[in-house]
């Protein structure tokens, strides 16, 4: 399974609390996709992904990659 996690980029001062999770995605065979909900126009989104086995351990979060 992987843990699907969104933060929107505002004027705020970054903190930790921004970041909400989204989902989690059950895993599949390669290559994964996801559709992801309408979100609103005009803001920047990050978004982060981990892995999570069965026994709800985390892996660190993925590399940072640009789409």
Do not use: N
């Amino acid at each position: 399974m992987y843990e699907l996690f969104v933060c929107q980029e505002t004027d705020a001062y970054p903190d930790v609390s921004m970041w909400k999770k989204k989902d989690t995605i059950k895993a599949k065979k390669l290559p994964i996709s996801c559709e992801l909900e309408v979100y609103e126009l005009g803001y920047i989104y990050c978004f982060a992904l981990r892995a999570m086995d069965v026994h709800i351990k985390r892996a660190p979060f993925a590399v940072q990659a640009k789409i």
